[in-house]
């Protein structure tokens, strides 16, 4: 599906892999919503990528109210949605059993309720919208769903027990959904990214980044954002890839720790 004039809700686009992202999908001349919790990134976004291309919504995630009004707002300002780019997500780390007892159950929750079902909520309600539209090509396309797992879901490490859980269900609900919305020409893949350089690792030193930088098979470095959102832009534009979960990590295979 070609980019040029169409719509894209992005979660999580005011920063990390989802601003790259927004940013990629608009080079291509696309139009983009931005649905985040920071209201001064947001903002930003909109005045780099500019009023007319780009609209912000201070949107939940996993509140069904919220994301009805972040997708209201979308239509009635740039006029359909095409593509949905789902990366909004937390992290957590704790043990099963540890020193201080069991998994906080609340934890636990918090993670599976925004990263899982936030990201199924915010996909369901966006193929609602794309569902209205024309088709855009002679197969019938007529939309893109991208969701972001992280190799956690295949080699968790200690302590991801949550984040894992979250991760590993994007994977697993990745083909059903393309199964489901396939009638209505409506692709769905999944991105499963390794270790990218996003603001989570801001506060870590330059001695550990180099260690993790060295558990990378090649190049040994961390991802860029910008290579995730280059990943995105081509699985938009090639409109036979469907139902997949792609890993985007230099070969990497997590350790225990």
């Given at each position: ?8 809700v ?32 947001g ?12 609209v ?17 707002a979308?239509?009635?300002a ?11 997500g937390i ?11 069991p998994?906080?159950?609340d ?14 909520n ?22 893109v ?8 879901a295949y ?15 994007i994977?697993?609900?990745?083909l ?15 991105i ?21 930088s060295?558990s ?5 470095r ?21 139902g997949?979960?792609i ?11």
């Amino acid at each position: 599906m070609d980019m040029n004039g169409k719509v894209a809700v992005v979660t999580g686009g005011a920063s990390g892999i989802g601003q790259a992202v927004a940013r990629r999908l608009a080079e291509a001349g696309g139009k983009i919503a931005i649905f985040d919790l920071n209201e001064d990134a947001g903002q930003a976004m909109v005045a780099e990528l500019g009023v007319d291309n780009c609209v912000f919504a201070n949107v939940n995630v996993v509140d069904e109210a919220s994301v009805k009004a972040g997708i209201e707002a979308t239509v009635t300002a740039l006029g359909a949605i095409h593509v949905n780019v789902n990366c909004a997500g937390i992290g957590n780390a704790a043990k099963t059993l540890g020193k201080n007892g069991p998994f906080p159950l609340d934890l636990w929750n918090t993670v599976i309720a925004v990263n899982l079902t936030g990201t199924f909520n915010v996909l369901r309600l966006c193929a609602e919208v794309m569902a209205k539209n024309e088709p855009m090509t002679d197969d019938g396309a007529r939309g893109v769903i991208i969701n972001t797992a992280s190799v956690a879901a295949y080699e968790g490490q200690m302590g991801q027990a949550a984040y894992s859980a979250s991760k590993g269900g994007i994977v697993g609900m990745t083909l059903p959904i393309a199964r489901d919305l396939s009638t209505i020409g409506i692709r769905v893949n999944t991105i499963v990214p390794g270790l990218i350089n996003t603001p989570l690792f801001n506060g870590l030193t330059p001695e550990f980044v180099e260690s993790l930088s060295q558990s990378v098979l090649y190049p040994k470095r961390l991802g860029r954002p910008e290579e995730i959102a280059q990943l995105a832009a081509a699985i938009i534009d090639n409109d036979y890839i469907n139902g997949e979960c792609i890993r985007m990590d230099g070969g990497i295979r997590m350790q225990p720790r």
